[in-house]
């Protein structure tokens, strides 16, 4: 049951991605270069063709409700610096679900922007890594905005600048590299260690977050 939860909300997070990403650029794959990777995404995570080709009709249409993407900040309890992105058809309902979650586990809600400094923002690519010589595909990739690329068992990861998505999709997509993934990521700067007990308190808010329908990523400062 967990394992179908935990599906469910993916697809329901990649049903809002197609949303968004198809009211700004609209619903063909071939000329919205964000909707292409996001379609890839889903499939990785196994969400099935009829599922994402409704979503693209359903938010097409004009009873498709706007979804907007709204960040939240806080601490957790030892001090975790804790960023929530949402996206969501009713602010007032999602802040104050993720403010009772803070207040209900020993944390604080706090303002706009007071945590971006503890966050660097990267884009992240994996592809195959057959064929490729990671040196070699750094190398080209480079003076398209990639930063770091090396080697995790049979796939490769690309990590680049966040305002260079773009140019590195168009060019890995130029040389006829599949993307398996491709996704934004907030990294922390510095990890704070805490103890297994303390760990786990955390850890509670942060299931707690992560399991509301708005949400589609939680990032942390625990190491």
């Not at 179908?4 to 993916?10: C, L």
């Not at 990403?21 to 292409?36: I, Y």
């Not at 209900?104 to 971006?116: A, N």
Request: charged fraction near 30%; include cysteine; glycine fraction near 6%.
């Amino acid at each position: 049951m967990k394992r179908w939860g935990n599906m469910s909300r993916t697809f329901t997070k990649y049903g809002k991605e197609i949303s968004m990403v198809v009211k700004a650029g609209g619903p063909n794959p071939d000329t919205n270069s964000r909707l292409r990777v996001i379609i890839q995404n889903a499939k990785a995570e196994n969400m099935p063709k009829d599922n994402i080709e409704r979503a693209i009709k359903k938010a097409s249409s004009k009873d498709q409700e706007d979804f907007k993407e709204v960040a939240y900040e806080g601490y957790a309890p030892y001090g975790i610096a804790v960023l929530i992105e949402t996206a969501t058809d009713n602010t007032t309902r999602t802040v104050a679900n993720i403010r009772s979650y803070f207040n209900r586990y020993g944390g604080s809600l706090g303002t706009s922007g007071s945590l971006d400094f503890m966050f660097e923002r990267k884009c992240r690519f994996t592809v195959p890594a057959a064929g490729l010589n990671v040196e070699d595909l750094e190398l080209e990739l480079i003076d398209f905005g990639a930063e770091e690329v090396f080697q995790e068992e049979d796939k490769i990861i690309i990590y680049g600048l966040f305002p260079e998505f773009g140019n590195i999709q168009k060019a890995l997509e130029d040389k006829k590299i599949e993307i398996i993934n491709a996704e934004f990521e907030r990294i922390p700067t510095e990890l704070k260690q805490l103890n297994a007990e303390q760990m786990a308190e955390v850890e509670k808010l942060l299931e707690k977050i992560e399991d509301d329908e708005d949400v589609q990523q939680v990032y942390h400062n625990m190491a």
